[in-house]
């Protein structure tokens, strides 16, 4: 089983990015997908989910309206993409999957798969 995260990086204030998750290894129409992240010297912090068809997503309130979480099926990829970025969004990006859709879930151990995780810095 894989899960690569990519498209983190170095942006300014107001600015976007899209991050890609691309899966390997297991069903992943039958997972629900999402993603959680981590600012320095802090915890886990749940961002966003998505259910296994597509059809269903959840936001926290801090991203809310801002970024948008969307699935590819065919090519088992799921994408985050982040509009009118802030310094307090700077963290690593983790995607991660499991069988039943979860809401503000952040713990590793909740979920089947977990990436590696990709920076993104949010600094003029």
Same mark, same amino acid.
């Given at each position: 089983?894989? !899960?690569?995260? %990519?498209?983190?990086? !170095?942006?300014?204030?107001?600015? %976007? !990015? ?25 915890? !886990?912090?749940?961002?966003? *989910?998505?259910? %296994?068809?597509?059809?269903?997503? *959840? ?10 979480? *969307? ?12 509009? %009118? ?10 995607? &991660? ?8 879930? &952040? &713990? ?14 949010? *600094?003029?």
């Amino acid at each position: 089983v894989q !899960l690569v995260e %990519s498209g983190g990086g !170095l942006v300014q204030p107001g600015g %976007s !990015l899209r991050l890609s998750c691309a899966t390997s290894g297991f069903t992943f129409s039958s997972y629900a997908m999402s993603w959680v992240r981590q600012a320095p010297g802090k915890g !886990l912090e749940w961002v966003s *989910s998505i259910n %296994s068809g597509g059809g269903i997503t *959840s936001y926290a309130d801090s991203v809310k309206g801002r970024f948008t979480f *969307s699935r590819d099926n065919a090519k088992n990829t799921v994408y985050l993409q982040m509009n %009118s970025l802030k310094p307090e969004d700077t963290a690593v990006y983790y995607c &991660a999957a499991v069988r039943t859709f979860k809401v503000a879930v &952040a &713990a590793e151990y909740e979920y089947d798969y977990w990436g590696q995780g990709t920076q993104v810095t949010v *600094s003029s």
